[in-house]
T-cell receptor, first 113, second 112 residues
């Protein structure tokens, strides 16, 4: 099955700096890579996703890049704000019949004013 | 809650008891999932269902059971066989294999 590694486990930045979270996956057949944001005590919410036929996708201050050859994908947040503080999860899904999402262990992002 | 409702929000279980967590969605999604979240462990898949009257075990199904009698409902029972049930349980649904998940707000289960 799929295995997703996520780094770093914690990330502290100053407001206005950029933050980058990286994930690697094991199964080259995976073709869908979402990112979720989870605030303390709340449910995870989808913030951006990318499919394997695309190398980069942007949505305002967030972007995701995908390198299929190296089997890694990254979340980039620019001009960070205190409200970006949360746990971020990456995930991957295989393109084999019906497959579930396999999640990374999460990155706690802390943005200090 | 974005069309997917979990109840209760907090649940306390005594040793040896079975408890059932509710998950209901009105999104007309075929697929539903149960994940367990522990600090530092990410989200681990317990069970999932692609269609009514069908479900499959996930990575950590031991000590849990589910049913899928209606498209809208996917309850999870935590049995006494689950030795360490204290965790945050998340239910999710999806339109299908090419779509992301919508999560419920979660149930925090504590063994007392």
């Amino acid at each position: 099955g799929e295995n997703v590694e996520q780094h770093p486990s914690t990330l502290s930045v100053q407001e206005g700096d950029s933050a980058v979270i990286k994930c690697t996956y094991s199964d080259s057949a995976s073709n869908y890579f979402p990112w979720y944001k989870q605030e303390l005590g709340k449910r995870p919410q989808l913030i951006i996703d990318i499919r394997s036929n695309v190398g980069e996708k942007k949505d305002q201050r967030i972007a995701v890049t995908l390198n299929k050859t190296a089997k890694h994908f990254s979340l980039h947040i620019t001009e960070t704000q205190p409200e970006d503080s949360a746990v971020y999860f990456c995930a991957a899904r295989q393109n084999s019949g019906y497959s579930t999402l396999t999640f990374g262990k999460g990155t706690m992002l802390l943005v200090s004013p | 809650d974005g069309g997917i409702t979990q109840s209760p929000k907090y649940l306390f279980r005594k040793e040896g008891q079975n408890v059932t967590l509710s998950c209901e969605q009105n999104l007309n999604h075929d697929a539903m999932y149960w994940y367990r979240q522990d600090p530092g462990q990410g989200l681990r898949l317990i069970y999932y269902s692609q269609i009514v009257n069908d479900f499959q075990k996930g990575d950590i199904a031991e000590g849990y059971s589910v049913s899928r009698e209606k498209k809208e409902s996917f309850p999870l029972t935590v049995t006494s066989a689950q030795k360490n049930p204290t965790a945050f349980y998340l239910c999710a649904s999806s339109m299908g294999a090419n779509y992301g998940y919508t999560f419920g707000s979660g149930t925090r289960l504590t063994v007392v």
